[in-house]
């Protein structure tokens, strides 16, 4: 693709952009009156102020709390109180909350002990000239928060989703938005060197923290101690989403979660706020650890080969966050993980409407929208479900397959769609003879039937039909092994409680929605637009487009069926795939205009905003690199379209009437709205109901 650009700089790769953002960080200095300066916390002090307090007084009555009757008030002195009042005070005393001793019935994990407000006045110090702060944690220790910041672990061993940070190590961005359960960091065991804890704590702590602060935290540390550094974050992704005023408030608790939020702490100003122990965080079910391990055991070697992880399960059962502790748990012990993007609707790497295949090296320290990668390879499907047509979505996903190195013996993870019933489900048979699969691992939750997805065992694959494949099959396609007559593979059957906060539901609050996901997924996408120098957000529409000319690239649609006379119309301001066709594109009259959707590789997306008739151009927005354009010469339109606070909500927007923009439009007309085509029809050996 020929293009011309003016001038643009290119951000680095994701590692080295981090650390661009962190030495040239310019968030205000934060001083002790800026502790709860956040919007949340400044709408709980009106509010606490407005309002009166609600408080019943007791009158001279019994009531009952947790099943107790509280004895009548009367007044003692010593020794007048007989045995039988005695025993009733000493009953209802064991049975209430002491000093945040809990009761039995929590579901607190044992092996764990939640910092509250008291502890983390003890164990964490402040720097507000430096902007930072340090924490002491025990082992066993662990902090829940919402917000947003960097950890860095000075000494002994913290772990956050399974990935477990040492000290020596880089820098870690932590995300722990509304949108997602919240993020805890546990301490898990201090240095098993022969350094005494006490001096090497205190070589530690004078770099970071004054003399008064140092000797503070140095009464808490123990043979078994961790100490983390905490730093505020701000990152082109966080400063264009915070330009939004819907999302601005993104990283703070949520309405359900001000009631439980620790405001009055050292950690408060730096873009992060605790949690009591009241919220739960992430929980981890014995059946979970159970296949980690066995995950982890079959990647060190006791099995032959690499292997290959396929994880399935219905709607909101919870795949994306198990398969990012399969991740980082993975990459504990080894340096990469390669993972397969099966799943159209909720992509983990890339916006949706994408298949891809990437490797991870980088733990994933928080949800989607934060780790937006440029994959080894992608396809574009264009649409969040493949209803329409099936074919093309396994055909693209072979393609992916037939592009990953043979030599390397990586794990791989596949990532599947939830759609687990009726051709969902011959899908899934697909996939698991397409791949030599090593472990199926199927997510699962205690209100759901098995009938509604059942356990895909090498079983109860020997008699089950696929959309492509049919029984007796071998489990691997023969074009995806040696020898045509190799015997089939057999793999490891798995069932997983997901015990993770709102599994088996679908998210009701702001952000939790799966549309606003996707959507979150692609604002971060187009975020990379913006400059890694700290400043004020520039809006999309004031950034230098690329200009290409109609004549060096194919126009496609590839969701509908478009009349070539309504081509320009469908695309203008669309998103579009930027593909790369075998075939060199030429032409000497006009736009090329494609009559079906091609099955080719994808470098990226782009936003067409605007095509010029009489120059002949087309000018995309993208954050592509321009080595990589050059080979470009296809764009390709899906369902898939611009969130609506791109067009209306932009810092920065335009005066008067918006471009792309209309409310002059009546869904109720006969085929104003979207029509479905689906291509996937039925044969008769796919009638048999399991």
């Known amino acids: 693709m020929k293009a011309k650009r003016g001038s643009h700089s290119k951000g680095s790769a994701t590692s080295q952009k981090w650390k661009d953002v962190r030495g040239k960080r310019c968030r205000p200095p934060s001083s002790s009156s800026d502790l709860n300066s956040s919007p949340v916390m400044v709408r709980i002090i009106k509010e606490t102020v407005k309002k009166k307090p609600n408080v019943k007084r007791l009158k001279n009555k019994t009531k009952s709390v947790s099943g107790k009757t509280v004895p009548q008030t009367k007044s003692f002195t010593n020794g007048d109180m007989d045995s039988d009042e005695f ?194 965080g992430l929980k981890v079910s014995p059946s979970c650890r159970e296949s980690l391990d066995a995950v982890v055991s079959a990647c060190r070697g006791d099995m032959d080969g690499f292997a290959v992880v396929l994880v399935y399960g219905a709607k909101n059962i919870g795949k994306s966050t198990y398969i990012r502790m399969v991740i980082n748990t993975l990459l504990n012990h080894t340096t990469s993980v390669d993972y397969l993007e099966a799943d159209l609707g909720q992509t983990e790497f890339t916006p949706a409407g994408c298949l891809s295949l990437l490797t991870v090296r980088e733990p994933l320290l928080g949800p989607p929208f934060t780790h937006q990668h440029d994959p080894n390879h992608m396809v574009f499907y264009g649409e969040s479900s493949c209803e329409s047509d099936l074919s093309r979505y396994l055909e693209s996903l072979k393609s992916l397959w037939r592009k990953r190195s043979t030599s390397l013996e990586t794990p791989i993870v596949i990532n599947t769609m939830g759609w687990v019933k009726g051709f969902g489900l011959h899908l899934l048979v697909d996939l698991l003879r397409f791949f030599p699969v090593s472990h199926v691992i199927q997510l699962a939750h205690a209100g759901n039937s098995p009938a509604q997805c059942p356990a895909l065992t090498p079983e109860f694959l020997r008699t089950a039909h696929g959309f492509h494949t049919h029984p007796p099959t071998q489990t691997a396609l023969d074009e995806f092994t040696e020898s045509t007559h190799s015997p089939p593979r057999t793999y490891i059957h798995m069932s997983v409680e997901s015990d993770f906060e709102g599994a088996g539901c679908q998210g009701t609050a702001k ?57 320009f119309y469908a695309v203008n301001a669309g998103l579009v795939g930027l593909c790369c066709l075998a075939e060199k594109v030429t032409s000497k009259r006009g736009p090329v205009l494609l009559s079906q959707a091609p099955l080719c590789p994808c470098v990226g997306l782009g936003v067409l905003r605007g095509i010029d008739m009489a120059r002949g151009l087309y000018f995309v927005l993208t954050p592509v690199d321009p080595t990589v354009l050059r080979k470009v010469n296809c764009l390709l339109l899906g369902a898939m379209s611009l969130p609506s606070c791109i067009l209306t909500a932009q810092q920065g927007g335009f005066q008067g009437e918006l471009p792309y923009v209309t409310s002059d439009y009546s869904f109720d007309l006969t085929g104003a709205g979207k029509l479905r085509v689906f291509k996937g029809l039925q044969r008769q050996s796919q009638t048999r109901t399991y």
């Open 87 to 280: 025993q009733d005070w000493k009953e209802y005393s064991q049975s209430i909350l002491v000093n945040g001793l809990k009761t039995q019935g929590t579901r607190e994990d044992p092996h764990t002990c939640r910092l509250d407000g008291k502890s983390l006045h003890q164990c964490a110090e402040r720097d507000d000239q430096r902007k930072h702060a340090v924490l002491v944690m025990q082992k066993g220790q662990a902090l829940c928060f919402r917000g947003k910041c960097f950890l860095t672990c000075l000494y002994g061993r913290v772990e956050v989703m399974g990935f477990t940070i040492e000290e020596g190590q880089q820098s870690y961005p932590l995300f722990s938005p509304a949108s997602h359960c919240p993020l805890t960091i546990t301490a898990t065991e201090g240095c098993d060197d022969s350094r005494d804890h006490k001096s090497a704590a205190t070589d530690i702590l004078c770099n970071y923290l004054p003399p008064a602060s140092q000797k503070k935290l140095l009464k808490n540390v123990v043979s078994n101690s961790s100490i983390i550094l905490l730093e505020p974050m701000e990152t082109p992704l966080t400063r264009f989403l915070s330009s939004f005023a819907d999302l601005s408030t993104l990283f703070d608790p949520p309405v359900g979660e001000l009631m439980s939020a620790i405001l009055d702490t050292p950690l408060n100003g730096l873009g992060m706020v605790p949690l009591v122990s009241t919220i739960e």
């Open 511 to 567: 952000h939790q929605r799966s549309n606003e996901q996707r959507e979150l997924s692609l604002l971060a996408y187009l975020s990379q637009l913006q400059s890694a120098d700290p400043g004020p957000v520039r809006p999309l529409h004031s950034l230098m487009p690329y200009q290409v000319p109609h004549t060096d690239v194919a126009l496609g649609v590839v969701h509908f069926d478009v009349a070539p006379s309504d081509m």
